[in-house]
């Protein structure tokens, strides 16, 4: 059975269906999406390739419940949380959605370990924040401070920290742009270590085409839209990877 046949006798873990995006500035209106429609599935890894500007971010943003279509529709596993009101969202938010972001966002005050803590503390069912930073690689980090760490440990701190309250998808924006090539793949690993161990369904948005060959599925954006998708027949390992 080829891929693509095994992904349509599946539910979509996260599904969004003619997505559009219009931001209005005066009289001047951009189109961010202009109706896409895709699905990511369980425990599969999907890679959004496209240049800056072609909606990447955007669709991310609202698949994630952080920000709403101008029109179309999302569903969480059968649910639609399209028109769901801001308390909603944040329990979506909370409970199903990891995200990792370009730059860090930890707190430099708190520790690894209790920069994780942060998010434990909010879940239904976290995992133990040590147990956590294991998984991406820093079991012998837990009392460092962001200032005593490198940027990719910090990268891996940021994931430790989405995965902690074991969400459900895991959206990971540009989560090797600031980042060296040696140092972008450690990170990389980590993400991937996540989807095969956890079984966490993920996407990663990245301008970087290298990174799609990790992936179960390749989606191509430009100008608002899904212009190709391809599956690979295997995927290569992080570590296999150089740019």
């Known amino acids: 059975m080829s891929s693509s ?5 599946r539910i979509a873990t996260l599904a969004g269906e003619a997505l559009t995006k219009v931001y209005r500035t005066g009289v001047v209106e951009v189109h961010a999406l202009r109706g896409v429609d895709l699905q990511l599935y369980e425990r599969e890894l999907v890679v959004l390739l496209g240049p800056s500007g072609s909606g990447k971010s955007t669709l991310l943003n609202i698949l994630g419940g952080l920000d709403i279509p101008t029109s ?4 969480f596993r059968q649910t639609e949380i399209t028109d769901a009101d801001e308390s909603a969202l944040t329990r979506y938010r909370r409970y199903h959605v990891g995200f ?19 998010v434990t503390e909010i879940a239904r069912e976290p995992m133990d924040p040590a147990e956590a930073l294991s998984l991406v690689g820093l079991g012998e980090r837990l009392d460092h401070f962001p200032a005593q760490l490198s940027g990719g440990e910090q990268q891996r701190v940021a994931i430790a920290r989405a995965i902690a309250k074991r969400p459900d998808v895991l959206l990971c924006d540009e989560p090797t742009g ?3 090539s040696r140092t972008g793949i450690l990170v990389l690993e980590a ?42 027949q295997t995927r290569r390992s992080a570590g296999e990877l150089s740019w």
């Open 5 to 9: 046949e095994s992904s349509e006798r």
């Open 72 to 75: 179309g529709r999302v569903w």
């Open 100 to 118: 990792v972001f370009q730059f860090y966002n930890l707190i430099p005050s708190l520790t690894a370990r209790e920069n994780v803590s942060l």
């Open 178 to 180: 600031a980042l060296d």
């Open 191 to 232: 993400i991937e270590r996540v989807n095969r161990e956890l079984g966490t369904t993920t996407a990663v948005i990245t301008h970087n085409t290298v990174i799609g060959s990790m992936a179960d599925r390749v989606l191509y954006f430009g100008d608002g839209r899904v212009i190709d998708s391809e599956y690979n």
